[in-house]
């Protein structure tokens, strides 16, 4: 038996990388705002069709701009799912605003707008969305409740760079949307984000919130002799070490995301029997969205069938990990949210889900080494 780890994900490495990173160290310009800012900036808008991106120094430095930007305050209430990463609520608790955990369509693992619907009140500023393994969300119920109540809709979008909703590109379709290019996306510079925004308005004071709430991004373009201290804000601008990776990555988006459909289709191709034998419940994206191949995973019938799964495929040498433990049931969520109605699909889905390895490199012999362990599994 081949006993070769079959790791959960490895950083995608550019052609350009080094290239870009010893053109910074030979300037004299390494802190952010250079020219690989702009330039990976311009890709990033041309990917995803938004007017306005910031590089910022996370995904989290993104939603915390989202929660200034928002003006939330402690009289505030903000509906997170509570199947989601925890800067997803952290970045609105920071503000002082409650938390409200919706439950999610356990189709999709994602936000459900009927849950949504159940949880909204006078204090009730925004819902924050996450496209789960880049598969949208309903977006249209969600829309359909912010303009009929007047709440602004964050996209927490670190899976879903390049996906899409009905033709409509991820991160672009509500109020405002941010991205993670930490090292287990798809697009990567180690640790960066980017916050995308279709508002004029809302763009002038985020550049100037993201600069220490200074306006020196006008200054940088002539538009003042000086800058100033302007507003509240914070350093949320990467360097230009790290925007030259990015640049170099977003120069081969197609071909990582070429790599990681290719595994992905794999898995959905050869599972599907297996998954009907064994009462297993396979990811599905439904037919008005277009997947980033961010992850792809399966459930259990249980919690103890997903435990004896991942242990079945670390005995073969193989890396599936499960993923997030619900907030409305961590000390925090606790202390800093409140959850009116019990999350049970959240709950469920937390508690069956496995994630399979997937990153571009993953030869064609690994992907059947996984494919082979998974399918030796019987319930």
């Not at 599907?272 to 009462?279: F, G, H, I, K, Q």
Request: proline residues 4%; negative net charge; glycine residues 8%.
């Amino acid at each position: 038996m081949n006993t070769d780890r079959v790791i959960f994900s490895r950083p995608f490495r550019a052609r350009r990388e080094l290239a870009n990173l010893e053109a910074v160290l030979a300037s004299d310009h390494s802190h952010g705002d250079g020219q690989f800012t702009a330039s990976a900036t311009a890709k990033l808008k041309t990917i995803t069709g938004a007017p306005h991106a910031l590089l910022t120094t996370s995904c989290t430095s993104a939603l915390e701009m989202s929660g200034l930007l928002l003006e939330l305050g402690p009289d505030d209430e903000v509906i997170v799912p509570s199947f989601a990463f925890t800067s997803t609520a952290t970045a609105m608790a920071l503000r002082g605003a409650t938390c409200v955990f919706a439950d999610i369509d356990p189709a999709t693992g994602n936000l459900d707008p009927v849950s949504v619907a159940a949880l909204i009140s006078e204090r009730t500023k925004a819902v924050v969305v996450i496209h789960y393994g880049g598969v949208a969300a309903d977006m249209a119920g969600l829309l359909e409740l912010a303009n009929a109540h007047g709440f602004a809709v964050v996209e927490d979008n670190a899976h879903g760079l390049g996906g899409t909703w009905r033709g409509r590109q991820l991160g672009t379709i509500g109020t405002m949307g941010t991205l993670s290019f930490h090292d287990t996306k798809n697009v990567h510079c180690g640790e960066g984000g980017a916050l995308l925004l279709t508002d004029e308005i809302l763009m002038a004071r985020a550049e100037i919130i993201r600069e220490k709430g200074t306006d020196r991004a006008r200054f940088l373009r002539g538009a003042v002799d000086k800058y100033s201290w302007q507003d509240i804000g914070s350093s949320y601008l990467p360097s230009e070490l790290n925007a030259a990776v990015l640049d170099a990555q977003l120069d081969e988006f197609g071909t990582i995301q070429a790599g990681r459909h290719r595994v992905w289709d794999t898995y959905a191709a050869a599972l599907p029997d297996w998954a009907r034998r064994n009462d297993m419940r396979l990811m599905s994206v439904p037919a008005d969205r277009e997947h980033t191949a961010h992850l792809y995973y399966l459930r259990t019938p249980t919690e103890r069938r997903r435990d004896d799964l991942i242990a079945h495929l670390a005995a073969q040498g193989i890396s599936a990990p499960f993923h997030y433990i619900p907030l409305d049931s961590s000390p925090a969520g606790f202390k800093l949210g409140r959850t009116p109605r019990p999350c049970l699909h959240s709950a469920e889905f937390s508690a069956t889900v496995v994630r399979l390895p997937l990153w571009p490199g993953l030869t064609d012999a690994q992907v059947g080494r996984v494919i082979d362990a998974v399918t030796a599994f019987t319930v």
